[in-house]
């Protein structure tokens, strides 16, 4: 296979790293995660998870995260989390520090004090955002743990997990092109591949509109107290992106496409074979408070 006269170079290269896609994730992970063919999608809810200041509570938010991997590993406990995660590892929990919607403490020291629960030494643990290129955990990491929250997007339609690892790119703005087409990419930089042990999609508080660059009116914003957890960050992103459009729906009282759309969830499928979109493929587990799930 080479390039041709209508293929840049660009676009070759991330074509063949779409051929070893399967290989971005663990394959012990990807069969944990997926039960007769499906590929599972815990969408855990706790009405009790914000309190009046809109704040999340942490003890809240590890219960959901416990429930959501035992439901993912079926094991309960720490064992859940042993599936994945071992003493040796050396561990990066990637989050998005967003000035008006961050990943939350609350979600970040709940993941942090797992890891440190399954036996990972402290020295061998690092949260970080904008500075993973040069944190040297992050440099030796064995594993990779993806949070972040779901928001609307000027440059990609949405950002969430799978946009997340851009700041693990050297030049993140080359990635902007064609509204974020090729995301899926980062995923088989070296510092990333194959690492990615789990992923949580924060729902507490998402944003479903927004205008412009950096754009956030509370207006938008909507308390939904979810988390979205799986294996799959293609999946847990379609899924997101299915309660973001159906609230869209019901706020504007109308279709209200995102502008730009959200490519890159489906083409991180269909072209970089990264993870499923495909709904029929896909088992939402619901775990808790159900109301005005929008999916």
Known sequence: ?????????????????????????????LAAGATAGKTKVILVRDATVLDEKGKSKQTVVLKMLDDAVAALTGKKGLEAWKTFLRPSDVVGIKTNRWTYLPTTEAVESALQQRVLDVGVKAQDVAIDDHGVLENPVFQRATALINARPMRSHHWSGVGSLIKNYIMFSPNPSSWHDDSCADLAGVWNLPIVKGKTRLNVLVMLTPQFHGVGPHSFNPKYVWSYHGLIVGFDPVACDSVGLRIIEAKRRAFFGEERPLAPPAKHITLADTRHHLGTTDPAKIEIVRIGYDKDSWI
């Open 1 to 29: 296979m080479k390039p041709n006269d209508g293929l840049t170079r660009r676009q070759f290269n991330l074509s063949i790293g779409a051929l070893g896609g399967a290989a971005l994730l663990p394959r012990r992970v």
